[in-house]
């Protein structure tokens, strides 16, 4: 599977932005799918992931703020991220467990201002 990941941009403490991901196949057989980060100097983390059976975790420090999601019938994956912080400035990519292997996407930048 294919993952195409976009929606990262400059914004200030305290605003929104969503990411999307875009699977070039179906994704109603992924068990898993997620977003990672990876900010610079630092080691790429768990941000939110989404089960087949529609259950959802969250990193400790984006918890109550991000919101993972899907589309099944669009093959999308979606990241709402709200309540912004500087610390949340990192390269997201997103992430699909399928097939016993890790899949990745090109990652899109994310940049929060204070």
């Known amino acids: 599977v294919q993952l195409q990941a976009s929606g990262g941009g400059l914004v200030q403490a305290g605003e929104s932005l969503r990411l999307s991901c875009a699977a070039s196949?179906?994704?109603?057989?992924?068990?898993?799918m997620g977003w990672y980060r990876q900010a610079p100097g630092k080691q790429r983390e768990l941000v939110a992931r989404?089960?087949?059976?529609?259950?959802?975790d969250y990193g400790n420090s984006v918890e109550g703020r991000f919101t993972i999601s899907r589309d099944i019938a669009k093959k999308m994956v979606y990241l709402q991220m709200n309540s912004l912080t500087p610390e949340d400035t990192a390269i997201y990519y997103c992430?699909?467990?399928?097939?016993?292997?890790?899949?990745w996407g090109q990652g899109t930048l994310v940049t929060v201002s204070s």
């Open positions: 992430n699909a467990y399928w097939w016993g292997r890790d899949w």
């Open positions: 196949g179906s994704i109603s057989s992924i068990n898993l």
């Open positions: 989404i089960y087949g059976g529609g259950s959802t």
